[in-house]
């Protein structure tokens, strides 16, 4: 059991339905963010295979690798990562998304983050999200609008499921983390204790629930 599902409060239900789930996995799914006054629209949607070389550029930023645990060196692991993120939607545990930035006119977006929904069953109560954006990107609020997007769909998808509650955590000296939870209207919880090697420093739970979702 890894530090987050021990933090969670509320314990997996008997019951749910897992219509939903069956759904997720046999459907693509896109969402949308509003664009900014000086930023562009964002775009949601499913890792595929054409996302690999964007994936590498990507994961070349220093302060992206400090924060995740992933290692993308080259195509080939980056394909293994989108395979990885393929799993969860065909297993229905995670549902990841690539955050893209679309323009008036262009037919692929560029890769400006990604967003995750993890630790999800039927009938479960609670349910984890994650972020990262890209270097390129940082500062328009891609972050928060993805996690959102991401917040509402999850609510509105597996609510009837029993999903109620979202949980956010990231290390306590991860404070551009912090800012996103609290824009994103995840409330602080608690601190968590550090739990090495996975965790070698305490970090913040953020919680958000169902019924703070207009």
């Known amino acids: 059991m890894d530090r987050a599902t021990a ?3 509320g314990s997996v239900g008997a019951g749910g339905s897992p219509l939903a789930y069956d759904r997720l996995m046999h459907n693509t799914v896109v969402l949308h963010a509003a664009a ?13 295979t054409e996302d690999v070389p964007a994936l590498v550029e ?12 992933s ?29 893209l930035e679309t ?46 997007a991401l917040t509402g769909w999850a609510f509105g998808t597996l609510g009837p499921d029993g999903l109620t509650r979202l949980e956010l955590l990231h290390q306590v000296d991860n404070p551009a983390s912090c ?3 609290e824009k994103s209207r995840y409330a602080f919880d608690r601190v968590l204790a550090a739990a090495p090697p996975a965790f070698p420093r305490d970090g913040h739970l953020h919680v958000r629930r169902r019924d703070t979702v207009e």
């Open 103 to 148: 323009q008036p006119g262009t037919p692929h977006g560029q890769l400006v983050g990604n967003v995750v929904l993890k630790e999800a069953a039927p009938g479960k109560p609670s349910a984890e999200v994650g972020y990262w954006t890209a270097a390129h990107a940082r500062g328009k609020g891609v972050a928060p609008r993805a996690l959102e």
């Open 179 to 181: 800012r996103v939870a």
């Open 58 to 69: 990507v994961f070349q930023d220093p302060v992206l690798r400090r924060w995740t645990n």
């Open 36 to 48: 900014l006054p000086a930023a562009p629209a964002l775009l949601l949607r499913p890792w595929g």
């Open 7 to 9: 933090a969670r409060a």
């Open 71 to 99: 290692v993308v060196e080259d195509d080939d692991d980056a394909m293994r990562w989108v395979q990885t993120e393929q799993r969860g939607w065909a297993t229905g545990g995670r549902f990841g998304f690539a955050v």
